[in-house]
């Protein structure tokens, strides 16, 4: 071995192409690098020691383009050659060091797949990456040799599942996939979190920042959501993952609840003062402690979250005077209708004083929910997790 590394030494004494001595060993990559003219020299030995693991086998970082610095030249057929064709260059000299260059690089097998993971970094978060990146391996990585065997060898419904999420997603009709490498990955990465969201592995997010910042659309996402959730079942299927445990019903009720909440008061905050602002918070906040949303025991629980929260925003706008307009604003938020969440809102003032709907007064319009709360709001679990949300600035919200 001591010889081995003392021949290794004498080769890479001066660089290849412009015999400058200023050379720098890296052992982690197995490459020598010319500081003069850049080019890169794949050593011919790796040792042990020298982070092989890194390099080759299942697990490489980095994958190696050719085992001999001069194999491809040998060879021909180079990708330049074939693009531009050797005849006619007018620096020959240059094109053949870049071409040289070009060959000794050590590169990410998979560089889409750490596009997503840039993506989901940037957007989300960093916890949300160090969560959701095996998800990002299972979405843009191919199956392994072994499971590429057994998987020719299925039906063709799990076959097509079993392929890789990612080239489904970029192969879609146009409106569907993305216009380009970046948008897709923005894609795919909203997808991943949306579904973590949904299954409980993290909290959920707002699409609608990712989508003006991206350009995209919800079918997007959706269809993203969708083909990397079949191919994970499918993995399932196959014994080669497993699936998290999901939320309970009262769990996912709760995060729509708060979501809707955290949407429609974002929206409100660019339309009311800040007095009007805290006196329709707070009794809305009421409103919802009153139904006993957020607990499993929940009143309102036959009616969709936007659509109570939309309702119970316009009650409480309307105990203040501060109705009109306010259902065409409310209806804005989640693309529901103003005539709507007006016929709603009559239907449960109109139930509620009947007797036919019992929400503890939460729809009596004779006096405001903060005077029939006689707890305080912070004993609600639901409104401690909104506040608490206001308090920390943070947006973790549904999808």
């Known amino acids: 071995m001591i010889e081995d590394k003392k021949e290794m030494k004498q080769e890479l004494t001066q660089c290849d192409e412009c015999c400058s001595k200023d050379l720098k060993h890296v052992p982690q990559k197995g490459e020598t690098w010319c500081n003069e003219c850049g080019l890169v020299h794949k050593d011919q030995k790796t040792e042990a020691s020298d982070n092989?693991?890194?390099?080759?086998?299942?697990?490489?970082?980095?994958?190696?383009?050719?085992?001999?610095?001069?194999?491809?030249?040998?060879?021909?057929?180079?990708?330049?050659?074939?693009?531009?064709g050797s005849r006619g260059v007018v620096n020959a000299k240059k094109y053949y060091l870049l071409e040289k260059i070009d060959r000794s690089s050590s590169r990410n097998p998979h560089p889409f797949a750490q596009r997503v993971k840039n993506n989901i970094e940037t957007l989300y978060g960093r916890?949300?990456?160090?969560?959701?990146?095996?998800?990002?391996?299972?979405?843009?990585?191919?199956?392994?040799?072994?499971?590429?065997?057994?998987?020719?060898?299925?039906?063709?419904?799990?076959?097509?599942?079993?392929?890789?999420?990612?080239?489904?997603?970029?192969?879609?009709?146009?409106?569907?996939?993305?216009?380009?490498?970046?948008?897709?990955?923005?894609?795919?990465?909203?997808g991943i979190v949306e579904l973590a969201g949904e299954i409980g592995?993290?909290?959920?997010?707002?699409?609608?920042?990712?989508?003006?910042?991206?350009?995209?659309?919800?079918?997007?996402?959706?269809?993203?959501?969708?083909?990397?959730?079949?191919?994970?079942?499918?993995?399932v299927t196959m014994g080669w993952?497993?699936?998290?445990?999901?939320?309970?019903?009262?769990?996912?009720?709760?995060?729509?609840?708060?979501?809707?909440?955290?949407?429609?008061?974002?929206?409100?905050?660019?339309?009311?003062?800040?007095?009007?602002?805290?006196?329709?918070?707070?009794?809305?906040?009421?409103?919802?402690?009153?139904l006993k949303e957020g607990t499993s025991k929940a009143l309102s629980i036959n009616i969709e979250e936007r659509m109570l929260v939309s309702v119970s925003v316009y009650a409480s706008l309307t105990t203040f005077g501060l109705q009109s307009g306010a259902a065409d604003l409310l209806a804005g938020v989640f693309g529901l209708t103003s005539s709507g969440i007006r016929s709603r809102y009559d239907a449960l003032v109109k139930e509620s004083a009947s007797g036919k709907f019992q929400g503890n007064g939460a729809f009596d319009m004779s006096q405001t929910c903060e005077e029939?709360?006689?707890?305080?709001?912070?004993?609600?679990?639901?409104?401690?997790?909104?506040?608490?949300?206001?308090?920390c600035g943070k947006r973790f919200s549904l999808s």
Request: proline share 4%.
């Open 52 to 84: 092989g693991a890194a390099l080759f086998g299942e697990g490489a970082h980095y994958q190696a383009v050719r085992n001999d610095k001069d194999i491809n030249r040998r060879l021909g057929g180079t990708g330049p050659k074939m693009k531009y």
């Open 241 to 290: 993952a497993t699936m998290p445990p999901r939320k309970e019903a009262d769990d996912k009720r709760e995060d729509g609840i708060v979501q809707a909440m955290e949407h429609i008061f974002d929206m409100l905050g660019d339309h009311l003062n800040q007095e009007d602002y805290e006196r329709v918070l707070y009794e809305t906040e009421a409103r919802l402690a009153l």
């Open 372 to 391: 029939l709360l006689n707890e305080p709001h912070e004993q609600n679990a639901l409104i401690a997790k909104f506040r608490l949300g206001k308090v």
């Open 127 to 190: 916890h949300a990456l160090h969560i959701l990146e095996f998800l990002v391996e299972m979405s843009c990585r191919p199956l392994t040799g072994e499971q590429e065997v057994i998987r020719k060898k299925q039906d063709k419904s799990l076959n097509g599942r079993l392929g890789m999420p990612k080239q489904s997603i970029c192969r879609k009709k146009k409106g569907i996939k993305g216009s380009s490498d970046e948008q897709n990955a923005v894609i795919i990465a909203a």
């Open 201 to 235: 592995l993290m909290p959920k997010f707002d699409r609608r920042a990712t989508m003006e910042q991206a350009g995209i659309v919800p079918k997007q996402i959706r269809n993203a959501r969708i083909s990397i959730n079949r191919h994970w079942k499918a993995r």
